[in-house]
Nanobody
Framework: QVQLVESGGGSVQAGASLRLSCTVS?????LTWFRQVPGKEREGVAS????????MYADSVKDRFTISWNEAERSAYLQMDLLKPEDTAMYYC??????????????????WGQGTQVTVSS
């Protein structure tokens, strides 16, 4: 089966950067970073279709976050710049093995990483 292992979270000041990584075993069609704050719905942050390097972003992070895929490393990365307190959340990488449809729907993903906490203070 597909397995995802993520890392790179931490606690930083507003305006700083973090780089999350998600190492993938198995074959996937796409990978998406989600985030969740307690009491709120899980939110799609950024997604990539690995075969064609097509990237999608939530409006709230379009100008600040960059998702990438390194085939040789079998890893996805989320470069997060100009972090804001509202970016504070548990971040998860998720993968699916087919093009189901909309990329931001958590229920369409079968494989999930363990999560990594990102905390941004003002």
């Amino acid at each position: 089966q597909v397995q995802l292992v993520e890392s790179g979270g931490g606690s930083v000041q507003a305006g700083a950067s973090l780089r999350l990584s998600c190492t993938v075993s198995g074959t996937i069609f796409s990978l998406t970073w989600f985030r969740q704050v307690p009491g709120k719905e899980r939110e799609g942050v950024a997604s990539i279709y690995t075969a064609v390097d097509r990237m999608m972003y939530a409006d709230s992070v379009k100008d600040r976050f960059t998702i990438s895929w390194n085939e040789a490393e079998r890893s996805a990365y989320l470069q997060m710049d100009l972090l804001k307190p509202e970016d504070t959340a548990m971040y998860y990488c998720a993968a699916r093995t087919a093009n189901i449809g909309i990329w931001w729907a958590p229920a369409t993903y079968d494989y999930w990483g363990q999560g990594t906490q990102v905390t941004v203070s003002s």
